[in-house]
């Protein structure tokens, strides 16, 4: 018989509500610890029982001994069972949380597999998982080591940013060491990487008991570090199912995964099939649902909505019952979004019955299609680029930093 469970939710980013209304109906007391200055955002406030503001630091960190002061005088009163860090810069406050309360979770050990660039390429490597090469930037004869066995051009990446936040890409050893240089006291916090071009694909799934029970492979139509850092637009499209390509990635994926120990999670995992070799290559993963919407690409062709059934499958573990997945259905689908030089651009041009979701935010164009012909998402993908390439486009310069 379920019993009433209290779930301490992490968000701070606006993010997740479809996770904190499922909680909730699932009979769940919610409580949701986010940043102050998302206060008046429009969380699905009937679903969350109680709600902890944090301050943000000037560096735009927070400070976890307030978090766990604050924790503490909450839990004199009512027990936290479960902690569930809804985007990726939470999943260090919750193991933290969870080690410091020994709340049943992932600890820090394994969370850094899911956040730590250089940690969780070292785990991969280590069990047998293709990368490309990398090193730490801790010494210097190893990163000379590293420039003469993988020639440029490189990749400096931080180790706990999320998307393409703060990468840059580098082509000559000089401009290497000077980037480096720059990065001075805070260097150990960044990985070189070799770059190698290819294409890049999302694999999205949900793993229960240590095994992932549901996966579901995309590839980006423009990757994720071209849009960020050349203005392009964002377009991601189911694989064909049953194809070498969808075996490749579940293999890579379920094996990465059973590695790096996660036991009941959503997750979402980049991959690169690179242009010279046509080998797969691990690039990251994370402990949560896909951003930029990829969710609702992933439910319009698989009829599973992540957030959901993340939430009914920590709940049904919670309470030790079993968590069985919906029935899935086996469509296509296909995201396209932009910047665009509109506040509020009118999309009425775009009206094929294929759409299924609409982007609604200022100064952004977006949908997803959905059909049983993978040509046909790609022919509607290209059509729209077109238009809004001509109609609406705008880029912005990426940030060094992450902005809320």
Same mark, same amino acid.
């Given at each position: 018989?379920?019993?009433?469970?209290?779930?301490?939710?992490?968000?701070?980013?606006?993010?997740g509500?479809?996770?904190?209304?499922?909680?909730?109906?699932?009979?769940?007391?919610?409580?949701?610890?986010?940043?102050?200055?998302?206060?008046?955002?429009?969380?699905?406030?009937?679903?969350?029982?109680?709600?902890?503001?944090?301050?943000?630091?000037?560096?735009?960190?927070?400070?976890?001994?307030?978090?766990?002061?604050?924790?503490?005088?909450?839990?004199?009163?009512?027990?936290?069972?479960?902690?569930?860090?809804?985007?990726?810069?939470?999943?260090?406050?919750?193991?933290?949380?969870?080690?410091?309360?020994?709340?049943?979770?992932?600890?820090?050990?394994?969370?850094?597999?899911?956040?730590?660039?250089?940690?969780?390429?070292?785990?991969?490597?280590?069990?047998?998982?293709?990368?490309?090469?990398f090193?730490?930037?801790?010494?210097?004869?190893?990163?000379?080591?590293?420039?003469?066995?993988?020639?440029?051009?490189?990749?400096?990446?931080?180790r706990?940013?999320?998307?393409?936040?703060?990468?840059?890409?580098?082509?000559?050893?000089?401009?290497l060491? @000077? #980037?480096?240089? $720059?990065? !001075?006291?805070?260097?150990? +916090?960044?990985? *070189? /990487?070799?770059?190698?071009?290819?294409?890049?694909?999302?694999?999205?799934?949900?793993?229960?008991?240590?095994?992932?029970?549901?996966?579901?492979?995309?590839?980006?139509?423009?990757?994720?570090?071209?849009?960020?850092?050349?203005?392009?637009?964002?377009?991601?499209?189911?694989?064909?199912?049953?194809?070498?390509?969808?075996?490749?990635?579940?293999?890579?994926?379920?094996d990465?995964?059973?590695?790096?120990?996660?036991?009941?999670?959503?997750?979402?995992?980049?991959?690169?099939?690179?242009?010279?070799?046509?080998?797969?290559?691990?690039? @990251? #993963?994370?402990? $949560?649902? !896909?951003?930029?919407?990829l +969710?609702?690409? *992933? /439910?319009?062709?698989?009829?599973?909505?992540?957030?959901?059934?993340?939430?009914?499958m920590?709940t049904?573990?919670?309470?030790?019952?079993?968590?069985?997945?919906?029935?899935?259905?086996?469509?296509?689908?296909?995201?396209?979004?932009?910047l665009?030089?509109?506040?509020?651009?009118?999309?009425?041009?775009?009206?094929?019955?294929?759409?299924?979701?609409?982007?609604?935010?200022?100064?952004?164009?977006?949908?997803?299609?959905?059909?049983?012909?993978?040509?046909?998402?790609?022919?509607?993908?290209?059509?729209?680029?077109?238009?809004?390439? @001509?109609?609406?486009?705008?880029?912005?310069?990426?940030?060094?930093?992450?902005?809320?």
């Amino acid at each position: 018989m379920s019993g009433s469970l209290t779930f301490l939710c992490i968000s701070t980013y606006f993010k997740g509500n479809d996770f904190l209304k499922a909680c909730k109906e699932a009979g769940n007391t919610v409580l949701l610890l986010t940043a102050k200055k998302l206060e008046g955002k429009p969380w699905v406030r009937e679903c969350i029982d109680d709600f902890f503001y944090v301050q943000e630091g000037e560096d735009g960190t927070y400070d976890m001994n307030q978090i766990i002061n604050g924790l503490a005088y909450v839990m004199r009163s009512r027990a936290i069972d479960r902690v569930v860090a809804l985007d990726d810069f939470d999943v260090e406050k919750a193991t933290h949380i969870r080690e410091y309360f020994r709340i049943p979770g992932m600890g820090q050990t394994t969370g850094r597999y899911f956040r730590d660039k250089l940690a969780m390429r070292t785990k991969a490597a280590e069990s047998g998982i293709r990368v490309p090469g990398f090193s730490a930037l801790f010494n210097d004869a190893e990163i000379n080591r590293f420039i003469e066995k993988y020639p440029g051009p490189w990749m400096i990446k931080p180790r706990s940013e999320a998307s393409a936040t703060g990468i840059k890409k580098l082509h000559t050893v000089a401009d290497l060491w @000077e #980037t480096i240089h $720059r990065l !001075g006291d805070k260097r150990h +916090s960044y990985l *070189v /990487e070799q770059f190698k071009p290819g294409d890049v694909y999302h694999v999205d799934s949900i793993s229960y008991n240590g095994r992932v029970i549901f996966l579901w492979c995309s590839k980006y139509l423009a990757p994720p570090f071209e849009v960020a850092h050349e203005g392009g637009i964002f377009r991601s499209v189911t694989v064909p199912f049953d194809s070498s390509e969808e075996h490749a990635l579940e293999t890579l994926a379920v094996d990465l995964l059973k590695a790096f120990g996660l036991k009941h999670s959503a997750s979402h995992t980049e991959v690169i099939r690179c242009y010279d070799d046509g080998k797969y290559y691990f690039l @990251e #993963t994370s402990s $949560r649902v !896909g951003g930029a919407h990829l +969710s609702e690409m *992933v /439910e319009a062709s698989s009829g599973i909505n992540l957030w959901k059934e993340w939430a009914k499958m920590e709940t049904a573990e919670a309470n030790g019952e079993n968590y069985k997945l919906p029935p899935v259905r086996k469509e296509y689908s296909g995201i396209i979004i932009s910047l665009a030089r509109q506040e509020w651009p009118d999309a009425a041009v775009f009206q094929d019955p294929e759409i299924v979701w609409r982007m609604n935010e200022p100064y952004h164009v977006g949908m997803v299609v959905r059909s049983k012909s993978h040509d046909q998402v790609i022919a509607l993908l290209d059509k729209y680029a077109s238009v809004i390439q @001509e109609d609406f486009h705008a880029s912005a310069p990426a940030q060094d930093r992450p902005s809320h």
